[in-house]
């Protein structure tokens, strides 16, 4: 099926054109045939890079172009939304009799930005449109197109549930939205489009085909019946596959299970990669690795990850900061990174695509269980789901590395079909956080009005209505009894400690945990230690690492330094690093210091450092509730420091745009202290201490007349 088919705007037609769309994929072809441009309900059920992007366009076309309602897109992660909000910032330029524009919102759960009121198109992490919901975001009922991406992930037990829940909520709205469900090719995935309403689009489809494989004593077994003996070395199976690729032309990605593995077989593979480089990429590559040193900290990660770049291998896992993870991303995109190797985490992130795909093991540490386990089905097919890029190869490879056998995982992950997706929601925590959102939501509700609410979930339908109800009963007994909610006669209502605990967006128990700590703070003393200690010990905190036998003595001193600051009782037993790396971030340790002490990278710092702000505007709007005004500045000070990185003396200069951690300390130490200071001190001066210069120096003070 051809594009200039489908009776489009012909400036549509053109604009798919440009950007080289003019025949549509089997799936999309089936979307189409299945009603999509007649605003049925559908959800596709597809592998990965089968063009479920364009079905999400088509879809916000047809809708653009006969209504004035707003389309949501909704995606678990922010890397994503971003890659996607680029995508449909481009339609931008059709012609749809009106000007449209897109939003992006995917943070700070606790506010609601204006952007999304006016936009047509916004894209959304599901835990934005979640806090969006609960804010009673008035926009939200003229929501006319809902598209879920990732669906298959209603089965995660982290983020399964808050989608479900927002599903349910959208599904319902009276404006009756079109709702346009992605997924990975799932067992139940009628049971799935059965729940959402939607007519399911089930394709195995790909634009490059795929062969699997096992890699067992030197020869690739294929599923298609052949082999292939590959020339062995020392640097190991995993680097073996994928040299075999690059000296044919083709890019590999190795999948390890933990961070130092996918740092070390980037290492094992960087001398023989650096052979099949050209004298020009070898040129354009020094220069990456120069930019990655002068844009970072020279930790040791850095050092390592620039030192690989120059040989065209790099390493992908959360320990990298943003800058870092961007750079190698596009370089391997753009075909300059031969091999990469990374954390499974890239798989259900951007999408990255290699000729050669090899999963060097295929157990993985689960932390709940204290043990490795072997990973399912689904994400084995995920992971296979980044072999073959669409614009370049004419195959796609997936390999697993095995151990002697061959034929049992060949039978259960290559031939095996993917687990069904089982809703996570009837979980005590769940059900704590979305009972409680819905009663804020709906004050007054009877108790048969929550149990027909979550009827209506994917648990609803999975789970014994005895069951369910049962689960029910408990939760809100739990609430009434901590004072989140009332119960009168039949009726519920959330109470003013319930409803700021939903808008904050927490676990209700982290919510009881933070009040009780407030409840025994003490007056007319520091915290700091205190509410660093609160924070980090809550299980919304992330990432927490645990102490390594050296870090105990370490612990153990501050808390025996800093005892008058503890709110409850604490030994070095019931800490973590996390305590550590924040203390040591306000106290203004440089990334260097915090990875060869702490073994935290600047990527772990970066999101300790958002999630702890979160924390600790969470205990500032609680103790403005439990009346605690003497609490507030001193917390809205730790908030600047730990944003910032700084000791205390620092907070009024960060106030200024363009001063930071490294900035204000070297105007301090120069005898700046203050905004006064800096407005006293003459230009020419100023830009001359280390760090400012002549530009920055102006803008400084252009800041200062307007604050005057």
């Known amino acids: 099926m051809r594009i200039d088919e489908l009776g489009l705007n012909p400036s549509i037609t053109q604009f798919l054109s440009e950007q080289k769309i003019t025949k549509l994929y089997p799936p999309q072809a089936d979307a189409v045939k299945a009603g999509l441009l007649e605003g049925q309900k559908i959800l596709v059920a597809a592998p990965t890079a089968s063009g479920k992007t364009l079905i999400a366009m088509l879809s916000m076309i047809r809708f653009l172009s006969n209504n004035c309602g707003k389309i949501v897109y909704l995606t678990p992660l922010r890397a994503l939304a971003s890659e996607k909000y680029a995508e449909f910032k481009k339609m931008e330029k059709l012609n749809f009799g009106r000007k449209i524009s897109t939003a992006i919102s995917t943070g700070d759960f606790d506010s609601v ?29 003229k929501i006319g197109l809902v598209i879920a991406d990732e669906v298959h992930l209603i089965g995660d037990k982290d983020r399964g549930p808050t989608l479900e829940v927002v599903l349910t909520k959208l599904k319902e709205l009276e404006s009756n939205p079109q709702i346009v469900g992605l997924s990975a090719t799932i067992t139940n995935s009628d049971d799935i489009a059965k ?9 195995d489809w790909r634009p490059v085909p795929l062969t699997e494989g096992v890699f067992d004593s030197g020869t690739i077994i294929w599923n298609n019946g052949n082999s292939d003996e590959i020339e062995s070395s020392i640097r190991g199976p995993p680097i073996d596959l994928c040299l075999d690729t690059i000296k044919k032309g083709g890019q590999s990605l190795v999948f390890a299970e933990t961070r130092t593995r996918s740092a070390s077989l980037a290492a094992k593979g960087s001398d023989a ?10 040129k354009y590559l020094e220069k990456l690795s120069q930019k990655i040193l002068d844009g970072n900290e020279n930790t040791e990660l850095i050092k390592t990850l620039s030192s690989l770049l120059k040989k065209g291998v790099g390493f992908h896992h959360a320990g990298l900061n943003q800058n870092c993870r961007e750079i190698v991303e596009t370089e391997f995109r753009n075909g300059n990174i031969k091999l990469l190797a990374s954390t499974p985490t890239l798989a259900a992130g951007v999408n990255l695509p290699a000729r050669r795909v090899v999963i060097s093991s295929i157990v993985r540490y689960d932390v709940k269980a204290g043990a490795n386990k072997p990973i399912s089905v689904l994400e084995y097919k995920q992971l296979c789901g980044r072999a073959g890029r669409p614009q370049y190869d004419k195959f796609g490879e997936a390999i697993i590395v095995g151990n002697a056998s061959s034929s049992d995982l060949t039978e259960y992950y290559i031939n095996g079909i993917p ?11 769940s059900l704590r956080i979305h009972i409680l959102s819905h009663i804020v939501s709906n004050p007054g509700i009877k108790g048969d009005q929550i149990l027909e ?22 939760a809100k007994k739990f609430l009434i009894r901590e004072g989140l909610i009332v119960q009168k006669v039949e009726r ?51 990432p927490k690492f645990s102490l390594r036998n050296k870090d105990y003595e370490i612990i153990s001193t501050l808390i025996e330094n800093k005892s008058s600051q503890l709110i409850e009782s604490t030994s070095e037993y019931d ?45 500032y709007e609680l ?63 100023l830009a001359e201490i280390d760090k400012i210069g002549p530009t920055l120096a102006d803008n400084i003070k252009s800041q200062l007349k307007k604050l005057r």
């Open 623 to 685: 103790a403005k509730l439990a009346e605690r005004a003497d609490l507030l500045e001193e917390l809205l000070i730790l908030r600047k420091r730990i944003s910032y990185g700084i000791k205390e003396e620092l907070v009024e200069l960060v106030q200024v745009r363009g001063i930071g951690r490294v900035r204000a300390r070297r105007l301090y130490d120069h005898g700046i202290k203050t905004i006064s200071d800096l407005q006293q001190i003459p230009a020419n001066k």
């Open 492 to 542: 519920f209502a959330a109470t003013e400690f319930g409803k700021k605990v939903s808008m904050l967006y927490i676990d209700p128990i982290t919510a009881i945990y933070f009040k009780r700590g407030l409840q025994t703070v003490s007056e007319n003393n520091t915290h700091t230690l205190g509410f660093l200690h609160l924070i980090s010990n809550c299980e919304e905190f992330f």
């Open 419 to 429: 687990e069904p997706i089982e809703s996570q929601l009837s979980d005590d925590k």
């Open 453 to 474: 609410f979550f009827q209506k979930t994917l648990a609803g339908l999975q789970i014994r209505k005895s069951t369910l109800s049962f689960s029910i009963e408990i």
């Open 195 to 203: 729940w959402l309403g939607c007519k399911l689009v089930l394709s």
């Open 113 to 141: 930005d204006k952007e999304s009121e006016n936009a047509d198109i916004i894209v959304l992490t599901n835990e934005k449109m979640d806090s969006l919901i609960r804010h009673g975001v008035e926009w939200i009922e």
């Open 575 to 619: 800490c973590n690093r996390s305590l550590l790396a924040l203390y040591s971030w306000i106290s203004e340790s440089s990334e260097i210091h915090l990875s060869d002490n702490l073994g935290i990278e600047s990527g772990d710092m970066h999101r300790m450092v958002e999630t702890a702000d979160w924390l600790l505007y969470c205990l």
């Open 273 to 282: 990669v650096l052979k099949f480089l050209t004298e020009s990429e070898k």
